[in-house]
């Protein structure tokens, strides 16, 4: 048990670092973190505004993860009651990133639907139809 609460910590503060980056603007689209669409993918347009809603939301989600982590490590509770704890931790995350991406999400169809010029590839919402 003891060696999943440590994975949970190591783990959580490192979609806290991803989320930190997101939030600050410099989550690198080519990367392999982030809330990644075919959408908030399209151009940098997209990319760093939908990164930058999600990031906060990115940040709890890695907290969650950590703080059960850190209880059952701490708290040295019995398997029943660990399994517990990073059951509730996992579903918190869950829900923050599910939010995050939904933001993420709505955020760069808005910039797609208000500049046109944001990507150079076929909009994802209307297949067949160009951007330009």
């Known amino acids: 048990m003891y ?24 989550l690198p ?3 392999h973190g982030g809330i990644r669409t075919r959408v908030t993918t399209l151009s940098d347009d997209t990319w760093y505004p939908s990164q930058r809603i999600a990031g906060p939301w990115i940040v709890a989600s ?6 059960g982590g850190a209880i059952i ?10 399994l517990t ?10 829900v923050a990133a ?11 169809h808005g910039v797609v639907e208000a500049s046109p010029a944001a990507g150079d590839q ?11």
């Open 3 to 26: 060696l999943a609460a440590l994975a949970m910590v190591v783990g959580g503060a490192f979609v806290v670092a991803v989320g930190r980056r997101a939030t600050s603007g410099r």
């Open 29 to 31: 689209r080519d990367g």
């Open 62 to 67: 890695g907290v969650a993860i950590a703080f």
């Open 73 to 82: 490590f701490v708290a040295r509770p019995d398997d029943d009651t660990g």
């Open 85 to 94: 704890v990073a059951a509730s931790a996992a579903l918190i995350a869950g």
């Open 98 to 108: 599910l939010v995050g991406a939904l933001l993420a999400g709505r955020v760069a």
């Open 122 to 132: 076929a909009r994802p919402d209307r297949p067949g139809e160009s951007v330009n």
